[in-house]
């Protein structure tokens, strides 16, 4: 249940967000926008521009796939600046995310997770890690990569969201 | 298990929604701003503005509440038009889906669950309405409140939204 919950939603998600990020580009493509104008576009001055957000999506996918695998996870640099870039550390992390066995889950709800939360160590099961941390932090930021795209024109809805357009 | 990955972790969600909608009343008080002008604002002219955003993740999670427990769920009026009033509604969503017993859940992974999509009937196994519909869509609409909020200058951080501020 935890794999279904952490590994196969978040890469149904990743999967929405790689077809969501090639309208995006495609959106640049047909109106000379340059790459760079939605990438390092923020909401608010002080948040996190789009290639950001992209990133800690992935991270936050990675990390959960891992943790509750029992694995250490694997870090992927933040050195992205192009679509394409984007695409590639997608795909990379869905494959890290599946490249863990189902069974590895089995005890995942009530295995030890530890985390730093504002430079502390925080130990959580597996269940509550995925539930109250994990998820919702994985949504906000793939929301949010959507939602700057979106306030910027691109022609996506909720279903692309979803995976269901 | 599902009971944790549905109704508790969607009740810390709506609580700190509740927050971050309490600290945008506070701006628009303490800068006299029009407490319309947020309640309608949207991120592009065909989204969805605040106030839906709101009432949409209420729906959400209280239709996951009652459809996980086997229950029909309960419909809540568009009603609101003011922070006070959308402060209400997520206070009566959440003593709604606190009305069902934990134990209700305990079969839920696997309880049929039956939902219109684009006007057709899906039935699905709970655990996959709940990961694949439930929970992105809930996270979707709360987040784009948020994101709503952030963008109009109000000062909240993704530590309100994981209710750890």
């Known amino acids: 249940m935890i794999h279904a ?3 196969v939603a978040m890469d149904r998600t990743l999967g ?3 077809k969501i990020l090639e309208k995006a580009e495609a959106h640049c493509a047909a109106r000379t926008i340059k790459p760079e104008a939605l990438l390092g576009f923020r909401l608010f001055p002080d948040m996190l521009p789009l290639t950001r957000q992209v990133q800690l999506a992935c991270d936050f996918a990675a990390r959960a796939a891992a943790r ?3 694995a250490e996870p694997k870090s992927f640099p933040d050195t ?8 590639a550390r997608i795909a990379a992390v869905r494959a890290y995310a599946a490249s863990f066995p189902a069974a590895a889950y089995d005890d995942a709800a009530t295995r030890d997770v530890t985390i730093k939360m504002r430079g502390q160590d925080v130990t959580l099961p597996g269940l509550q890690y995925l539930t109250m941390y994990s998820l919702p932090q994985f949504h906000f930021h793939a929301t949010t990569a959507y939602n700057i795209l979106r306030h910027n024109g691109v022609e996506i809805g909720k279903a692309d969201y979803m995976g269901t357009a």
Do not use: N
């Open 16 to 18: 929405a967000l790689s």
């Open 68 to 70: 509750l695998a029992g």
């Open 5 to 7: 919950t952490s590994v």
């Open 80 to 87: 992205e600046t192009t679509f394409g870039e984007l695409q």
